[in-house]
């Protein structure tokens, strides 16, 4: 690993890379060069890869800029194929929020019975982007102060014609994030938990049954892409999914996730 790592360089984003994550050293363990960037330097990624492959982690607005203008191999943020209405197709069975309402954000207003009355709760609705780039987080809105609630989003700059999923609240207890590659599970670990903050390197054999279970239908935005899990109720579901470029790598083994991308990015 140590002869071929050599040729894969990491462009990693310090802004976004907290000072004592293990991934600098697990890229030098693997022979490979880590560089840091300024995601909001447009020409950054282009005097990096022009050296050879590349793998990217940084802002979600930088991964999307360069993934619009056709960034090379190892930008893995494929964010049309990330959003709900692609992914819930292959992993609906396994979904917590399996039949949202799909509408406008602007439509929130007129349409707040109709929504109320699908996926309403105690005069609830959990909101969240359809977008795996998250232009706002995941909310309530309530009946009784419904409108207000909803032009509360205008502070995010969420355009009116954003789609957006009306959901059933759910009590969400653990979650987990896995690292998917070659259709398995690679990495994972618990990142958060109602009993306090904790990181757990290590899936539970049933979570990670779940995962490579969504992992073996064949979607797959991108060579590595996450995936995230939950449980609730006492059962597991599959929560969301994102772009391996920007979510975070919590508790994961970063010497397992090198190797996978060294993988993935010289194939």
């Not at 330097?41 to 619009?68: H, I, K, M």
């Not at 903050?197 to 935005?221: D, F, K, Q, S």
Request: net charge negative.
């Amino acid at each position: 690993m140590q002869e071929h790592g050599r040729l894969v360089r990491w462009m990693v984003d310090p802004d976004v890379l907290p000072p004592d994550d293990p991934l600098p050293a697990a890229v030098a363990a693997a022979g490979g060069t880590l560089t840091e960037c300024d995601s909001t330097d447009p020409e950054a990624l282009n005097r990096v890869a022009g050296g050879g492959p590349v793998v990217f982690r940084g802002s979600v607005e930088a991964a999307a800029a360069w993934t619009a203008a056709g960034a090379p191999a190892g930008v893995w943020a494929n964010f049309p194929a990330l959003r709900f209405e692609v992914y819930s197709r292959p992993l609906g069975p396994w979904l917590l929020n399996a039949e949202p309402v799909r509408l406008a954000l602007a439509e929130l207003i007129d349409r707040r019975e109709a929504v109320l009355d699908a996926v309403g709760a105690g005069g609830e609705v959990f909101v969240r982007p359809d977008a795996a780039s998250k232009p706002f987080g995941g909310t309530l809105l309530r009946a009784a102060t419904w409108q207000a609630d909803v032009e509360r989003l205008a502070f995010y700059d969420v355009p009116p014609s954003e789609p957006v999923l009306a959901c059933r609240p759910r009590r969400v207890e653990r979650e987990w994030r896995a690292v998917i590659a070659a259709g398995a599970v690679v990495a994972g670990c618990l990142y958060r938990d109602p009993a306090g903050p904790r990181v757990e390197p290590e899936l539970p054999a049933a979570v990670r049954r779940l995962a490579n279970a969504a992992a073996a239908t064949g979607y797959a935005p991108d060579p590595l892409w996450c995936l995230d899990l939950c449980e609730s109720e006492g059962s597991l579901f599959v929560l969301e999914v994102g772009a391996f470029a920007c979510a975070s790598l919590y508790g994961c083994d970063r010497g397992v996730i090198v190797a996978a991308a060294y993988a993935a990015v010289t194939a």
